[in-house]
């Protein structure tokens, strides 16, 4: 690799890594559904944010909330599917998945 070569190589890069960091960034309120757990386990997020739950596992999930204040109930996520979850209101609400009972999400919103 010439000097100039090596030059671009090294802007490019660091685009790359920038462009990264940016949609590490953006994924603050995205839950990742893996190894039958959510990661994270437990977020605090305004009321009114949309939690975007994404399925990495190989097999399905059905994430559920079942409070006073908030119910959801999904249809069954395929792997690779993303679910998007609107909480409207303050309060602390455990999601969980129905296929999984043992997962175990604690959202905390104020």
């Known amino acids: 690799m010439t000097l100039n070569a090596a030059a671009t190589f090294g802007i490019a890069a660091a685009a790359f890594l920038t462009c990264a960091a940016a949609v590490l960034a953006d994924d603050a309120n995205t839950i990742v ?4 757990a959510f ?6 997020i305004a009321a009114g944010t949309t939690l975007d739950f994404s399925n990495q596992d190989d097999f399905l999930h059905q994430i559920y909330v079942d409070t006073e204040g908030f119910n959801y109930d999904s249809a069954e ?11 409207p209101s303050a309060g602390t609400f455990p999601v969980r998945c129905h296929i999984h ?9 104020k």
């Open 33 to 36: 559904q893996n190894g039958r």
């Open 39 to 44: 990661h994270p386990s437990e977020i605090t």
């Open 77 to 87: 996520q395929q792997p690779g599917e993303v679910f998007h979850i609107t909480f």
């Open 101 to 109: 009972p043992k997962m175990l999400l604690t959202v905390h919103v």
